[in-house]
C-alpha cells in the first residue's frame, strides 16, 4: 500500500470501496508472506492468517487507518492477536502441550541467541512485559517480528529515525533473549 493508496484508506480518502478493499488484501498478503518466510513449517497457512486479519480489520471502522504506517501497526497487531489465540486454542485442546512454534531467524534475533524456535505464548507474555517497561520497543519488536517490516518501514511507521529503530531493536532484543531464555530455564 503505499502513500498515495494508503491515502484512500485513510478518513475522506475517497476511492471505491472495492478498491480499498483489494489494497489493505494486497497489503496483508504481503504481511503475511514476510513473516511467513523466516518461519517454515508453521501448521497455519498464509492465506489462514490474512483471511482472519482481513476479517479483524474489515469490522474496524471504515477510514479507520491514518496511513500506510498505521495500517501496518494495527495489522501487526492483529496477526499477534490471531497468532497468539491459535496457540492457546491448540494448548487448550492437547491440554498444557501443543506448542505452537515462531521461529525467530538469526536475521531477526542474532546469530546463536539459541532462541530460533520458541512458543508463540511465551513470546507474547514477554512481548507484554516489555510493553509495561517500554512501549515503543515492543512496537519495535511486534512490527519487526509480526509484521515483518524492515528498520527502515518500523521508522516510518513509528514517525522515528531509522537510527532510533536500530537502538530499540538493539536493546529489545538483549532484553528477549534474556527474558526468554528465563522462561525457557524454567521458574
Same mark, same amino acid.
Given at each position: 500500500?503505499?502513500?498515495?493508496?494508503?491515502?484512500?484508506?485513510?478518513? *475522506? =480518502? +475517497?476511492?471505491? #470501496?472495492?478498491?480499498?478493499?483489494?489494497? %489493505?488484501?494486497?497489503?496483508?498478503?504481503? @504481511?503475511?508472506?514476510?513473516?511467513?518466510?523466516?518461519?517454515?513449517?508453521?501448521?497455519?497457512?498464509?492465506?489462514?492468517?490474512?483471511?482472519?486479519?482481513?476479517?479483524?480489520?474489515?469490522?474496524?471502522?471504515?477510514?479507520?487507518?491514518?496511513?500506510?504506517?498505521?495500517?501496518?501497526?494495527?495489522?501487526?497487531?492483529?496477526?499477534?492477536?490471531?497468532?497468539?489465540?491459535?496457540?492457546?486454542?491448540?494448548?487448550?485442546?492437547?491440554? *498444557? =502441550? +501443543?506448542?505452537? #512454534?515462531?521461529?525467530?531467524?538469526?536475521? %531477526?534475533?542474532?546469530?546463536?541467541?539459541? @532462541?530460533?524456535?520458541?512458543?508463540?505464548?511465551?513470546?507474547?507474555?514477554?512481548?507484554?512485559?516489555?510493553?509495561?517497561?517500554?512501549?515503543?520497543?515492543?512496537?519495535?519488536?511486534?512490527?519487526?517480528?509480526?509484521?515483518?517490516?524492515?528498520?527502515?518501514?518500523?521508522?516510518?511507521?513509528?514517525?522515528?529515525?531509522?537510527?532510533?529503530?536500530?537502538?530499540?531493536?538493539?536493546?529489545?532484543?538483549?532484553?528477549?533473549?534474556?527474558?526468554?531464555?528465563?522462561?525457557?530455564?524454567?521458574?
Amino acid at each position: 500500500m503505499s502513500e498515495a493508496s494508503g491515502a484512500k484508506v485513510a478518513p *475522506g =480518502g +475517497g476511492g471505491p #470501496p472495492e478498491e480499498v478493499l483489494e489494497l %489493505v488484501y494486497r497489503e496483508l498478503r504481503s @504481511l503475511a508472506r514476510r513473516y511467513f518466510q523466516r518461519r517454515p513449517g508453521s501448521t497455519l497457512q498464509p492465506t489462514e492468517l490474512v483471511h482472519e486479519a482481513f476479517l479483524r480489520l474489515s469490522s474496524a471502522e471504515t477510514g479507520a487507518f491514518r496511513d500506510r504506517g498505521h495500517f501496518c501497526a494495527v495489522a501487526a497487531l492483529a496477526m499477534r492477536q490471531i497468532l497468539t489465540d491459535r496457540a492457546r486454542k491448540r494448548r487448550a485442546e492437547k491440554r *498444557g =502441550g +501443543g506448542e505452537m #512454534p515462531v521461529t525467530l531467524t538469526d536475521a %531477526v534475533m542474532g546469530a546463536g541467541s539459541g @532462541l530460533e524456535v520458541l512458543d508463540v505464548l511465551v513470546l507474547d507474555d514477554v512481548l507484554q512485559r516489555l510493553e509495561a517497561l517500554d512501549q515503543r520497543q515492543a512496537r519495535v519488536v511486534e512490527l519487526r517480528v509480526f509484521g515483518g517490516l524492515t528498520v527502515p518501514e518500523v521508522a516510518e511507521v513509528l514517525g522515528v529515525s531509522s537510527r532510533s529503530v536500530e537502538n530499540d531493536w538493539r536493546l529489545a532484543r538483549a532484553w528477549l533473549s534474556r527474558e526468554l531464555s528465563a522462561a525457557r530455564s524454567g521458574p
